[in-house]
Nanobody, 113 residues
């Protein structure tokens, strides 16, 4: 059972990045996958959820309208498209499978002002 994030990097304020979360070892399409982020010195916070067996997504208020989740069940991928990035979006982004509390290793996102 494994989750691997990718797609992080350094981008200027107002720019975009697309993060990917690749899953293996479990029933993907029925799994709820969530994204979290953690900035230095701050607690890890929930960012967005892709609900299993549905196209339902939820977002924290600070990213609503700027971030978009999508999933490709055939490829076992969840994408987090991040637009209009702000410096406060910087941090390590993690994906997590609700069932079993499985976490990836994280990918760093840095937004410069």
């Amino acid at each position: 059972v494994r989750l691997v994030e990718s797609g992080g990097g350094l981008v200027q304020s107002g720019g975009s990045l697309r993060l990917s979360c690749t899953a293996s070892g479990f029933a993907f399409s029925s799994s709820t996958i969530k994204w979290f982020r953690q900035a230095p010195g701050k607690e890890r916070e929930w960012v967005a959820s892709a609900i299993g067996s549905s196209n339902i997504t939820y977002y924290t208020d600070s990213v609503e309208g700027r971030f978009t989740l999508s999933r490709d069940n055939a490829k076992r991928l969840v994408y987090l498209q991040m637009n209009s990035l702000k410096p406060e979006d910087s941090g390590v982004y993690y994906c997590r499978r609700d069932q079993g509390d499985i976490w990836g290793q994280g990918t760093q996102v840095t937004v410069s002002s």
